[in-house]
């Protein structure tokens, strides 16, 4: 419904204006399906209207401006500041008393701060905070920003000049790619990011819930687990395997979703994570494993074709023909209308680990490519991670491909 197209690709003010109302009504009387079109519907009006004067400001100096504000404000603890009292106004001179900033500085700050409405203003100009404030405020949610302004930003900054270096091919060495480009290292992404506790400790946070708000896979209207992985399992065998799970987050929530599940899971990842997993089910058994090494249980964006289709066939030894269902919580990149979301993950990929996100023809040619055919996607949410099963080649296909 967010179309606002007239006549040969042109922007139609009154059809994107008719497009908000209704949206607008609909997601006010409780259809919060229509969210997402009405958030778009309101972005193409921005776009239409906005003078690309204003427009090159705002993503050139202004949003990039707002991001190193963040990140200065989370180090000093503003938001936070914002918080007490009951989130009453303050001015800056007492939050900069609080935050042991300089008045002058804290005032710059909080003035974009509160123009990129990240925090709220008063017309007597006092300071106060929003629903995005108090978000930000959380660890997982700040965590983001301090990952994304040192973690992945060198790596978007450094982007085009890297492309300039290879001649503008699409980037597919991990080695030698634009991570270690941006963070002038010889290590790949991850052995970087250990060497480094505070961005890991703030990505874990941020991974820990960057699906909240969105489906949970193993919800029954998502993926069908009863038909098409709990029916007909073994009972005494394993039913399920997260490899690369981290702190064992998904196979509680599958837990939680299915208690009376029948089967042992197992939570795999590389030895130092799975260790500081906390407060595990005890029906969940930790494995320390490197998935590039042979699956040891009889049962990818981050990584490129190559290094992908290795963890893949350390996986298919391990799986029975008829049987084993492999799932990947992945992006699939529709070839029209992708989403921001999608897109930008895409090129965050390219830079952090010179990988992708892939369309459903990239990722039946990868699979195949590990004797895997895909028997269906499954997906709630058009820009959220699809659930891509797959089965050794010969298994039956769902109607849902």
């Not at 980037?171 to 480009?181: H, I, L, N, S």
Request: glycine content about 8%; overall charge negative.
């Amino acid at each position: 419904m967010a179309t606002t197209l007239s006549g040969p690709y042109t922007f139609d003010l009154g059809r994107t204006l008719q497009d908000i109302s209704t949206l607008g009504a609909q997601f006010q009387s409780g259809e919060t399906s229509s969210r997402d079109d009405l958030i778009e519907a309101a972005r193409s009006l921005v776009t239409g209207i906005e003078p690309p004067r204003e427009a090159i400001l705002r993503m050139a100096i202004s949003e990039p401006a707002r991001n190193t504000a963040l990140r200065v404000a989370v180090d000093i603890g503003l938001l936070d500041h914002l918080l007490e009292g009951g989130g009453s106004p303050r001015d800056s001179t007492e939050l900069a008393t609080l935050c042991r900033a300089d008045p002058v500085l804290l005032n710059r700050l909080l003035k974009h701060l509160a123009a990129m409405q990240v925090i709220g203003e008063t017309p007597e100009g006092l300071y106060y905070p929003n629903n995005l404030t108090r978000a930000l405020t959380k660890p997982e949610n700040n965590g983001g920003i301090i990952w994304g302004v040192e973690g992945i930003g060198p790596t978007l900054h450094q982007l085009p000049a890297y492309l300039t270096s290879i001649g503008y091919k699409n980037p597919d060495d991990d080695v030698k790619g634009p991570w270690q480009f941006a963070h002038k290292t010889d290590l790949m992404h991850w052995p970087w990011v250990a060497e480094h506790p505070r961005l890991h400790k703030a990505f874990n946070a941020y991974m820990s819930v960057h699906q909240t708000g969105g489906s949970f896979w193993a919800d029954g209207s998502f993926y069908p687990v009863q038909e098409r992985l709990i029916q007909g399992a073994d009972p005494e065998g394993v039913l399920l395997v997260d490899v690369g799970g981290g702190k064992g987050h998904d196979l509680q929530q599958f837990i939680d979703h299915f208690p009376k599940f029948k089967g042992q899971l197992v939570l795999q990842d590389m030895p130092e994570v799975v260790a500081d997993a906390e407060n595990l089910d005890p029906r969940i058994r930790p494995i320390g494993h490197n998935f590039f090494e042979a699956q040891p249980v009889k049962v990818l964006h981050d990584w490129t074709d190559d290094r992908a289709r290795q963890i893949l066939s350390a996986l298919t030894p391990a799986m029975r023909a008829n049987y084993s269902k492999l799932l990947l919580s992945e992006h699939v990149v529709p070839e029209v209308k992708a989403s921001w979301k999608v897109t930008g993950t895409d090129l965050a990929m390219m830079g952090n680990f010179a990988s992708m996100e892939r369309s459903r023809a990239q990722w039946q040619s990868l699979l195949s490519s590990a004797g895997l055919e895909i028997t269906g996607i499954f997906n709630k949410e058009a820009d959220s991670e699809s659930i891509i099963e797959a089965m050794l080649t010969g298994g039956s296909k769902s109607s849902k491909v």
